[in-house]
């Protein structure tokens, strides 16, 4: 038998059937049937809970009510029980004549809706009428009293008032009057005042029951006494406890009755009586203490120079023990004191004066003392020495300079007191110039017709009409006239 080859080795003839190729059979799992019923209870009741979830967490709980025609304040008190946040409510304000003020016009979602805490709300308040609207005024005088609160309520005039009372010529619900507060009747407007009287018709005649008028004011019973048709008379007393203008007390008690026309007598209060107090001493202290407590009285302070010490009061114009009446201005006089300083006043005799002058326009009753001295080093009119302090009523004592005395040491004096005429100005200018004299020339005409030369001296002399001379002293504070020849005068 011949030998087979490697391959040959591995063929199937010849090999057992566990040898050979195996077949393949595949195996199907049988499924078991899905459980419809099962499937749909199980998904609704999943939407069940999901529903019920949404309800109890999500859903919004709070029904929206109709706050239309309701007011704002219904709303802020629905809002806080309900734990809105305030933050979402919006209120819009508008002028409507439909709607009273304060109310509710509408609402941003309609009543019945849900809502969450966090909604989001907006409601229009009415401010009724605008006030500042101009209003035609009807003819009142015309219209009856229906026809007047007719045109007031469609209007919304909540400042215009009717007034009933009684009157005898006007017929009743007829208009008597009506006055405007505010404006005029051109410019009426919801926010101006107008009171309107009508006519209740004759008063009925009989007896009057007295009203209580004590601490009342007179106007109150003026008003009532004419509706009453009695007569009202007053007169006036000051009291302790009843403000000015109020009444203190009545004729006739309240209560009591009266006939149409009788008298009724009040007396009104002057408010509190003031009576002036010595205030001669006083401080200035004590008497603004007492304006404080007296505010109604004018009061007006005078500073004047007086032997008293300075703030004391030294008089008034009003005695003591005298009533004060508020209409009265009390007049007080204070010291400046006794003594016054004169220092700052001494730069000069002019300025000195003045000051004393204007010292004794408030009483101060000083004289001036005035002595003249030279001096070599104080200008003409100044001081030399003065008073630093006087009394009031007593003398000041100053000494003022008359400038230097200069001697008249150049023969030339003498020259031109004998021979002016040899003098020209220009010479008698170089003569001066050499002093601190004051010195003044005149001009005019010496009428000798050509025998003295134009523009010489005629004449030179002090303004007191002493002489001109060598060796003599001219006090600085006089002034040296020259006169001088002009032709042409």
Known sequence: MAEKDFLQQFSNENKPDSFKEEERIPVTKERKPINLKALIICLLSLIVVGVILYFLLFAPKIEMP???SKTRNDIISWVKQQGIETSGVVFEEVYDLENEEETVISQSIEAGKK???NVKLNFVISKGGDPDERIVVPDLKNMTKSKIQEWIDSNKLQKTKIMNAYNDEIEEGQVIDYSFTGCQEEDFTRACTLK?????GKAPAGKV???????????????????????LTKS?????????GLIISQSIASGKTMNEGETLHVVVSKGKATYMPDMIGWSSEQLHAWENKNPSIS???????????????ISSNIEKNKLINNDTILIIGISLGNEIDLTPYQ???????????????????????????????INVNGIISCDDKVKVGKTVNVVISKGRNILLNDEAWNNLRIDPNSFSEESVRT??????????????NSGSEGLISNGTVLSAYRDDGIELKTNTYCPQDTTIIVVINDESR
Do not use: C, P
Request: no cysteine; net charge negative; hydrophobic share 35%.
């Open 66 to 68: 109709n706050f239309v």
């Open 115 to 117: 809502v969450k805490k």
């Open 196 to 200: 309107i009287n009508i006519s209740k």
């Open 209 to 231: 029951s007295v009203e209580n008028f004590v601490k009342n004011t007179y106007e109150t019973a003026e008003s009532w006494a004419k509706n009453k048709k009695i007569n």
């Open 236 to 244: 006036e007393a000051y009291s302790d406890s009843i403000s000015e």
């Open 299 to 313: 009061v007006l302070e005078e500073y004047r120079y007086s032997t008293s010490s300075k703030g004391m009061i």
């Open 347 to 377: 730069s000069d005799i002019k300025t000195l004066e003045a000051f004393i002058n204007e010292v004794n326009n408030d009483d101060a009753k000083i004289s001036l003392n005035i002595n003249k001295d030279f001096s070599d080093y």
């Open 431 to 444: 003569l001066l110039s050499g002093t601190d004299l004051n010195y003044r020339f005149v001009y005019q």
